[in-house]
């Protein structure tokens, strides 16, 4: 189980959740004996460094901090035009300026400088999503004794990960949450269900594997420690917490019947996500060939969510959720975090 691995009580991970949560989640996770943990997708170095000094001072236990590992892509103005003409009726709406939209919010892959920041904590893991870094970036993570986990959607992608040294491997089943962490194929066909994921990257690896995607109670959790998983890493569940910093939108539209229904969708970030859908994912998506790639879809979404935001229109807001939101409701992270462990037969 991972909670040799890790030095920790409880087999669950707290997903990290990028624009969800901060410190506050993680700490009161690792402070009930599951893992909790610090994403770091959208903070800079500076912002990393504030979250892993209060973390550092509010808990003495282990915890996880998580990037992105994409490849910044080169601006290609033909895309973003094409994008701000499907986007023009939107615009229209709500008297947005095309030629005028400011910079999203960035979302920033793990590089020197984040490690620099990294080193001064010696985290006791680290995790990535959408492949590993390079291999000087992992030896230099693991030089201060971090332990390394990375999400893989298909057995190619955990005997990779595998191979590049990781100390475990996410199996992120298509009923998750948030970003795919898919990264050898664009083929969405080459996404199944955690059911069916877990089983074949326990058979296929000999590295600790943990499950993850619609696992929201202890029910679930033994479903999946069942298959073989070594622990569970859960986010929708987590994010019905107070501790959690998700937005009011979001958070009431997890609460009602329209989290029911969920789709993967790159109309947000150009990346495939599964989120709660609502209208611009039924309008122009849930997939479409035009956004821009990952991230830079984001900026001009946001231009338009933040003009509907303030009025409590959710149309342009992603809104991450996993397939089994219907099953979460409110709670203070350590009960969520003992509710979910009460499934791990001892
Ligand atoms: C709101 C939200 C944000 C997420 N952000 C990240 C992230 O920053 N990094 C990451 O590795 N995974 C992220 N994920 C994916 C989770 O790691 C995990 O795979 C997923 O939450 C598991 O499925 P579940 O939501 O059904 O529990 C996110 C998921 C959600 C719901």
């Known amino acids: 189980m991972i909670t040799d691995l890790f030095g920790i009580d409880l087999p669950i991970i707290q997903a990290p959740m990028a624009g969800s949560q901060g410190s506050a989640l993680a700490i009161a996770v690792s402070n009930a004996g599951g893992l909790g943990s610090q994403p770091c997708a959208m903070l800079a170095p500076d912002g990393i460094r504030k979250e892993l000094q209060a973390i550092a001072a509010s808990t003495s236990k282990p915890f996880n901090v998580n990037f992105f590992v994409h490849k910044h892509p080169a601006p290609d103005s033909a895309r973003e035009a094409a994008w701000r003409r499907l986007l023009a009726p939107y615009f229209a709406e709500y008297g947005i300026d095309p030629d005028a939209i400011a910079e999203g919010p960035a979302r920033r892959p793990f590089d020197d400088a984040a490690a620099d920041v990294l080193e001064e904590f010696s985290p006791p893991v680290v995790s990535f999503h959408f492949g590993v870094p390079s291999a000087e970036l992992v030896k230099r993570v693991k030089s201060w004794g971090s332990k390394v986990l990375s999400s893989a959607t298909t057995v190619e992608e955990a005997r990779y990960l595998e191979a590049r040294g990781v100390d475990g491997v996410i199996a992120q089943g298509h009923e998750a949450g948030g970003h795919r962490g898919v990264f050898l194929s664009d083929d969405l066909d080459t996404q199944v269900g955690t059911f069916a994921l877990v089983r074949q990257v326990v058979r296929a690896v000999n590295i600790p594997v943990i499950a993850a995607g619609g696992i929201a109670d202890a029910r679930g959790v033994a479903a999946a420690m069942a298959l073989g998983a070594a622990g569970v890493q859960v986010g929708t569940a987590y ?15 997890l609460m009602s019947d329209a989290a029911r229904t969920t789709a993967v969708t790159n109309v947000f970030t150009g990346r495939p996500a599964r989120g709660i859908v609502n209208r611009l994912m039924r309008e122009i998506g849930p997939l479409s ?12 979404v946001f231009a338009l969510r933040s003009k509907a935001e303030p009025l409590g229109v959710n149309d342009f807001t992603s809104m991450w959720a996993g397939q089994s939101a219907a099953l979460c409701r409110e709670m203070p992270a350590a009960d969520l975090t003992r509710a979910l462990a009460a499934g791990v037969s001892t």
């Open 239 to 253: 994010l019905f917490c107070p501790e959690a910093t998700t937005n009011p939108l979001h958070r009431a539209a």
């Open 289 to 300: 060939p035009v956004a821009p790639a990952f991230p830079l879809a984001a900026t001009a």
